[in-house]
């Protein structure tokens, strides 16, 4: 996820308008070009690492049976979290930071003084969730 944000940040780098203009494809491509290449990596990694991981406990007793499904979920992940990186990198701010999926106003917006208020009504929901989740302690 980190490897896939970085490569997708190149282009808002200082003076890498200069580097990147001589490149034949614009912004959008190597964004999808990360975005595609990223995932195929990481999962390439993990599998290669899995299997090597694999081959070091067939000469002892390992503990429990070999599931194929949990190495097939550690490859996934690894794919989706190198997608995600990409896309959270490039897409992320326009939508969410300065687009219309964002759900408070910024500081120059004449509603800004309500911000607290948002956050306020949000607050009783992470404490039910905690009172709920540490019953059993607050029971002692």
Known sequence: MIVTSMATMRDSRPQAAE???ALPA???VRT???AVAGPI???LVVALVSALHFVSLLGGTPAGRFDAYEVLTGVMVAALMAALGA???RWAPTLFLT???WPWPWIDDPAWANVHLGWLAALPIPCVLLAVGNRDILRK
Do not use: S
């Open 87 to 89: 896309a959270l990198t």
């Open 41 to 43: 990596a990481a999962g």
């Open 26 to 28: 614009g912004r959008p």
């Open 19 to 21: 580097l990147f203009a």
């Open 99 to 101: 687009g219309p999926l």
């Open 32 to 34: 999808a070009a990360v």
